[in-house]
């Protein structure tokens, strides 16, 4: 698997030790920044994961930023991600197996490198169960058009 990773100054440290999880998970990482402690805008950290998302190059992607929220609300409004934002393990599986969530977004100032190696540990070993929760993704996906 291969999965695109990306920070704002918020979370570069939890960045690091997300990718050590990855790593060890036998996961190829893509780290597309920010790689200090300098302002830099979520925003523009989401697109860069995501379109290694919608562009095939990643199966999925991680974003982070202080709290979550912003950068998973940035990622979201990309066409053809299901963006979650997880701070505990059994959202992290549900957002796998009932969402097919394809980006997992966490918050640096609010995870700790336990709690969050562990959602990813979740999140990345799940799979999409499909059934009656495909249907429920392709009504989610179809209010991009709208």
């Keep these: 698997m291969k999965i695109t990773i990306g920070s704002d100054h918020g979370a570069v440290d939890l960045k690091e030790e997300v990718k050590m999880v990855l790593k060890e998970l036998g996961v190829e990482v893509t780290d597309v ?3 200090g402690k300098e302002s830099v805008d979520y ?3 989401a697109e860069k994961v995501c379109a290694d998302v919608t562009g095939g190059r990643s199966e999925r992607g991680i974003v982070l930023c202080g709290t979550g929220i912003g950068i ?3 990622a979201n409004k990309i066409k053809g991600i299901r963006c979650a ?3 505990d393990v059994y959202s992290a599986r549900m957002a796998r197996q009932h969402n097919d969530a394809n980006v997992l977004a966490m918050g640096g100032r609010v ?6 190696g562990e959602i990813v ?3 990345v070993k799940e799979e ?3 059934g009656r929760h495909a249907r429920r993704v392709d ?3 179809a209010l991009e058009g709208r």
């Design 139 to 141: 009504k989610i996906m």
């Design 33 to 35: 920044g920010t790689f």
């Design 85 to 87: 934002l997880c701070n």
């Design 121 to 123: 540990r979740v999140w």
């Design 72 to 74: 998973s609300m940035a």
């Design 43 to 45: 925003p523009d950290i």
């Design 111 to 116: 995870l700790g490198f336990g709690p969050a």
């Design 128 to 130: 999409f169960t499909g």
